[in-house]
């Protein structure tokens, strides 16, 4: 979750930074409704990670964590995250956690912030002006 919460961070001030280019009013309520996204649909993410692996295997039902969890030495090769395509989709599973709310955010922020029709590339635009912005704070005037 630490790193959710750096990218929370760095979506909050991309919104904030959006909000005053554009003057968009109400900057703070910007940043405050994209948070509220952000974690509401990292939280829905998450579940429905949940809902995916459970639907392909048992591993997270009650009698897996009566058998000791993850700390069970376990052999088998079945289930969706059983061996090295398994390892991959935990790492797709547990990114999705951020890129899906960011994509929300993203879309959201073009759509209803900006008022702008719908662009790909739009919807990470600003994204470096940011970082830039970021680098350039932390130069000694």
Do not use: C, H
């Not at 959710?4 to 909000?19: E, P, V």
């Not at 052999?75 to 390892?87: E, V």
Request: hydrophobic share 50%; net charge negative; glycine share 12%.
């Amino acid at each position: 979750m630490t790193y959710g919460g750096i990218f929370a961070i760095l979506i909050a001030i991309w919104i904030y930074r959006t909000g005053v280019e554009n003057k968009t009013g109400r900057v703070f309520y910007w940043v405050v409704g994209s948070f509220v996204v952000y974690l509401a649909g990292t939280l829905l993410a998450t579940y429905f990670n949940g809902m995916i692996i459970e639907m392909f295997d048992t591993d997270i039902s009650s009698e897996y964590d009566n058998a000791g969890g993850l700390n069970a030495i376990d052999d088998s090769s079945s289930g969706i995250q059983a061996g090295a395509g398994g390892s991959f989709i935990g790492i797709i599973f547990e990114l999705l956690t951020w890129i899906i709310p960011f994509l929300i955010v993203a879309v959201l922020r073009q759509l209803v912030m900006l008022k702008q029709p719908f662009n790909f590339m739009g919807l990470f635009s600003g994204i470096k002006e940011m970082f830039i912005a970021i680098k350039d704070s932390f130069k000694a005037s």
